[in-house]
């Protein structure tokens, strides 16, 4: 655990990297290793050995830097504490990091085994996986003259991933009209205490999106005229919180709030709140007829699974973020994903069109591929038997509706073949992230042996 315990002290929120990429290069210098970085981020730790056969261990250096409501850590400043409890690590307040700290760790602990000294191998650590995938979507191709890549980014301890989700951002854009005099009273709508989760993972265990929720519920209300409205903190993240302020001829709106929280209560958030106070805020709001259509496109977007296999989703949306602007502009994100590209795209373009029929000025962004390795490939076969011989079980052969970098990976060079790994982590992208330990073991274990079985071939 000594790699995972250090890289949970560097900070490494997506977008700044600067901290953990001059730890990635110190440990390169420090053991006399070869090292590379690009432009976009993306480090590279060549391991010299003398076996013919290539392989590449990838991981990425960013996570997402969720904290717990009400607490005063800051992401950049304070260290993440972790603590263990019945097998498994957790952070204090914040989220834990396992995605992706986990498959750094195992990366730099097989750079330096002495078991692997006659391996050939590479090592990449690419840049802003959690927001952009700016990293691998600019990634040399020479990077990746190898036989064979494993992404160690999965989080599920006993299974192999062949194939992960495309996807694409749907930006839209309102700009309400205003009303000319300020309003006497206001209330402020908080939805909290929802469980949030990785919009790629959690996408169809049902759980309640904030903005949705807040908006059902002030659709139903008359005479609504919003003055501003937030929610959500990334767009692959299923929004656990949302705020709006807004004014109503409604009365006792707080026991409406009440009765539609309870009406809308489901097992998977069980600690769901819906607060209705006066708001200090009384700047003049916007019309009500602005008001409603943006309320109703938030209640009424398509958000959620739409289509699953046996293993999982396969296409889906998260409306991930809200903000407004003190002009009174709009801001909405949604993040479409699909296993199959073809279906992403038209679901994105579904979603964009939706958001342009309600008056919103649309952009779409930071589309990635999917990939899918062949049900058999050697790489696969390779897998299947040192699993086998390590832990006399069958490894489970799966896809993933998250969205991996192997579909960058598969478009520069089409002859790598692709999988993805990693230990037993839950509730990534959230405070009650936590890490299974002896899955971590294991997988370390794994590697290995793979590196050695595949230097072997």
């Given at each position: 655990?000594?790699?995972?315990?250090?890289?949970?002290?560097?900070?490494?929120?997506?977008?700044?990297?600067?901290a953990?990429?001059?730890y990635?290069?110190?440990?390169?210098e420090?053991?006399n290793?070869?090292?590379?970085?690009?432009a976009?981020?993306?480090?590279?730790?060549?391991?010299?050995?003398?076996?013919?056969?290539?392989?590449?261990l990838?991981a990425?250096?960013?996570m997402?830097p969720?904290?717990?409501?009400?607490s005063?850590?800051?992401?950049g400043?304070d260290?993440?504490?972790?603590y263990?409890?019945d097998?498994?690590?957790?952070?204090?307040?914040?989220?834990l990091?396992?995605d992706d700290?986990?498959g750094m760790?195992v990366?730099?602990d097989?750079?330096v085994?002495d078991?692997?000294?006659d391996?050939s191998?590479?090592?990449?650590?690419?840049a802003?996986?959690e927001?952009?995938?700016?990293?691998?979507k600019?990634?040399s191709?020479?990077?990746?003259?190898?036989?064979?890549?494993?992404?160690?980014?999965s989080?599920?301890?006993g299974?192999?991933?062949?194939?992960?989700?495309?996807?694409a951002?749907v930006?839209a854009?309102?700009?309400?009209k205003?009303?000319?005099?300020?309003?006497?009273i206001?209330?402020?709508?908080?939805?909290?205490g929802?469980?949030?989760?990785?919009?790629?993972?959690?996408?169809?265990?049902g759980?309640?999106?904030?903005?949705?929720?807040a908006a059902?519920?002030?659709s139903?209300?008359?005479?609504?005229?919003l003055?501003?409205?937030?929610?959500g903190?990334a767009?692959?993240?299923?929004?656990?919180?949302?705020?709006?302020?807004?004014t109503?001829?409604d009365?006792?709106?707080?026991?409406?709030?009440t009765?539609?929280?309870k009406?809308?209560?489901?097992?998977t958030?069980?600690?769901?709140?819906m607060?209705?106070?006066y708001?200090?805020?009384l700047?003049?709001?916007?019309t009500k007829e602005?008001s409603?259509?943006?309320l109703s496109?938030?209640?009424s977007?398509?958000?959620g699974c739409?289509?699953?296999s046996?293993?999982?989703p396969l296409?889906?949306?998260n409306?991930g973020?809200?903000?407004?602007?003190a002009?009174?502009?709009v801001?909405?994100?949604?993040f479409?994903?699909?296993n199959d590209?073809?279906?992403c795209?038209?679901?994105?373009?579904?979603?964009?069109?939706f958001?342009?029929?309600?008056?919103?000025?649309?952009?779409?962004?930071?589309?990635?591929?999917g990939?899918?390795?062949?049900?058999e490939?050697?790489?696969?076969?390779r897998i299947?038997?040192?699993y086998?011989?390590?832990f006399?079980?069958?490894?489970?052969v799966?896809?993933?509706?998250?969205g991996?970098?192997?579909?960058?990976?598969?478009?520069?060079n089409?002859?790598?073949?692709?999988?993805?790994?990693g230990?037993?982590i839950?509730?990534?992208?959230?405070?009650?992230?936590?890490l299974n330990?002896d899955?971590f073991?294991?997988?370390?274990?794994f590697?290995?042996?793979?590196?050695?079985e595949?230097?072997?071939?």
């Open positions: 655990m000594k790699y995972f315990e250090e890289i949970t002290k560097v900070p490494r929120p997506s977008g700044e990297l600067s953990i990429q001059s990635l290069t110190s440990f390169a420090e053991h290793l070869e090292w590379k970085k690009d976009a981020g993306n480090i590279l730790i060549k391991h010299p050995g003398s076996s013919k056969k290539h392989i590449i990838q990425h250096q960013d997402v969720a904290v717990r409501d009400g005063s850590f800051v992401f400043k260290e993440i504490k972790t263990v409890k097998g498994w690590m957790y952070a204090e307040e914040t989220s990091g396992a700290g986990t760790a990366m730099l097989a750079l085994l078991e692997l000294k391996c191998f590479n090592c990449i650590f690419t802003d996986e927001t952009s995938m700016n990293g691998a600019n990634l191709a020479e990077w990746l003259f190898a036989d064979a890549l494993i992404n160690i980014d989080e599920e301890w299974s192999v991933c062949i194939s992960c989700a495309g996807g951002v930006e854009t309102f700009h309400p205003r009303e000319e005099i300020p309003v006497s206001s209330y402020k709508l908080t939805v909290s929802l469980r949030s989760g990785h919009s790629g993972i959690m996408i169809d265990s759980r309640l999106n904030a903005i949705k929720m059902a519920f002030l139903e209300l008359h005479e609504v005229k003055i501003s409205c937030s929610g903190s767009k692959n993240v299923i929004p656990g919180t949302a705020e709006f302020i807004f109503a001829s009365n006792d709106i707080a026991s409406l709030v009765e539609f929280a009406a809308n209560a489901v097992d958030d069980p600690d769901l709140k607060e209705i106070d708001a200090a805020l700047s003049a709001p916007w602005s409603k259509l943006i496109a938030l209640s977007v398509p958000n739409f289509k699953r046996a293993s999982g296409l889906s949306s409306l973020v809200l903000r407004s602007d002009d009174g502009t801001f909405v994100t949604c479409v994903r699909g590209n073809a279906e795209e038209i679901r994105t373009a579904e979603i964009q069109k958001f342009e029929d309600a008056g919103a000025e649309t952009f779409v962004s930071d589309k990635f591929p990939w899918k390795e062949a049900d490939s050697p790489l696969l076969r299947k038997g040192v086998r011989s390590l006399d079980a069958d490894i489970l799966c896809t993933t509706h998250g991996l970098e192997g579909g960058y990976f598969a478009e520069k089409p002859l790598l073949q692709i999988v993805s790994i230990p037993d839950e509730n990534p992208h959230t405070v009650d992230e936590r330990i899955s073991l294991k997988l370390k274990e590697v290995y042996a793979l590196v050695k595949n230097a072997q071939k």
